[in-house]
T-cell receptor
Framework: NAGVMQNPRHLVRRRGQEARLRCSPM?????VYWYRQLPEEGLKFMVY????????ESGMPKERFSAEFPKEGPSILRIQQVVRGDSAAYFC???????????FGSGTRLTVV | GDSVTQMEGPVTLSEEAFLTINCTYT??????LFWYVQYPGEGLQLLLK?????DKGSNKGFEATYRKETTSFHLEKGSVQVSDSAVYFC???????????FGSGTRLQVQP
């Protein structure tokens, strides 16, 4: 039973490029969450999605960031026109319908050069 | 808004020493409380949780008690091992919300 799968593990982008981060939830999990971890800091909530719906995006920056969780396929976190300050580890988590049982992926480490 | 405050690290202990990592929180309602552990290069793993006042979460020798009167959820272990070296995060989730609010993490280093 594979866990939460994130890819790529490492991503390097030049300033102004787009970054696409993918997250495949655990089998049977229909809820996906994205968090960002800056160096030496805790994780900050970004967005919570169910299939085809954004439920809570209170932590998403207003510009350049978007997320989706289509009916088929992985959840995607998209960052347009990346800047150096976007360099961070981005973690995805998933859960079943019950609130308990958050499972995190191993993260995507984005470096903007 | 909600917030979680943890003691700053690193915490350096010798093997078999007693561990306490302090965690206090601010929340408007009655949150659920969690401890997560992060090993180098990996994602977070749920260590233990408590969902109401006076609940004690426990796992792998670690314990934490939900203290509503002091708004605290301190992590303890009676005898640490080198393999416990990691970063520990305290977190909460408000009733009705699935988002977690994390503390800044405490790095634990256990020396043989």
């Amino acid at each position: 039973n594979a866990g939460v799968m994130q890819n790529p593990r490492h991503l390097v982008r030049r300033r102004g490029q787009e970054a696409r981060l993918r997250c495949s939830p655990m089998k049977g999990h229909s809820h996906v969450y994205w968090y960002r971890q800056l160096p030496e800091e805790g994780l900050k909530f970004m967005v919570y999605l169910q299939k085809e719906n954004i439920i809570d995006e209170s932590g998403m920056p207003k510009e350049r960031f978007s997320a989706e969780f289509p009916k088929e396929g992985p959840s995607i976190l998209r960052i347009q026109q990346v800047v150096r300050g976007d360099s961070a580890a981005y973690f995805c988590a998933s859960s079943p319908d019950t609130k308990d049982g958050y499972t995190f992926g191993s993260g995507t480490r984005l470096t903007v050069v | 808004g909600d917030s979680v405050t943890q003691m700053e690290g690193p915490v350096t202990l010798s093997e078999e020493a007693f561990l306490t990592i302090n965690c206090t929180y601010t929340a408007t309602g009655y949150p659920s409380l969690f401890w997560y552990v992060q090993y180098p290069g990996e994602g977070l793993q749920l260590l233990l949780k408590a969902t109401k006042a006076d609940d004690k979460g426990s796992n792998k020798g670690f314990e934490a008690t939900y203290r509503k009167e002091t708004t605290s959820f301190h992590l303890e272990k009676g005898s640490v091992q080198v393999s416990d070296s990691a970063v520990y995060f305290c977190a909460l989730s408000e009733a009705g919300r699935r988002a977690l609010t994390f503390g800044s993490g405490t790095r634990l280093q256990v020396q043989p």
